[in-house]
């Protein structure tokens, strides 16, 4: 390889050495499991995902970290979702206050789903919305 590349252009192995993508590991849930020194080294920054979800796409560490890819993708679904149910249960007249309540209490438990993948290192969807990727 050149001198200056980080990533071997055929295999997309660290030019360090480590793996450039997350290792598979056969679960019912379909789960990805990080390089854990992927893992240990961006799990604040998977965790900002889910709260700001744009923090690591302004910073770059999207890019740097296919954990941190993952639980940017899932914040920003978490989001998304949150923000069409709101408008949802805005525009409707009498049922939309208790689709309001179900929206927030839905996104509040995936939120906490969410950062506790983050916490023990998995890349697992999260429920109903997390098959979906927006960022590649």
Do not use: W
């Amino acid at each position: 390889m050149d001198d200056g590349v980080k990533f071997c252009p055929a295999c997309g192995a660290s030019a360090a050495g480590k793996s450039a993508s997350p290792i598979k590991i056969e679960t019912q849930e379909g789960e990805l499991q990080a390089d854990p020194q992927d893992a240990e080294q961006y799990k604040g920054m998977a965790i900002i995902a889910y709260i700001i979800f744009f923090i690591p796409l302004l910073t770059g560490d999207h890019k740097k970290s296919p954990f941190v890819m993952y639980h940017t993708n899932q914040g920003l679904l978490l989001f998304l979702c949150s923000v069409g149910g709101s408008i949802v249960s805005s525009i409707l007249p009498f049922i939309g206050v208790f689709l309001g309540f179900a929206v927030g209490i839905a996104s509040l438990v995936f939120l906490v789903l969410g950062i506790l993948n983050v916490v023990n290192g998995r890349m697992r969807p999260l429920p109903v919305i997390g098959k979906f990727v927006i960022l590649k």
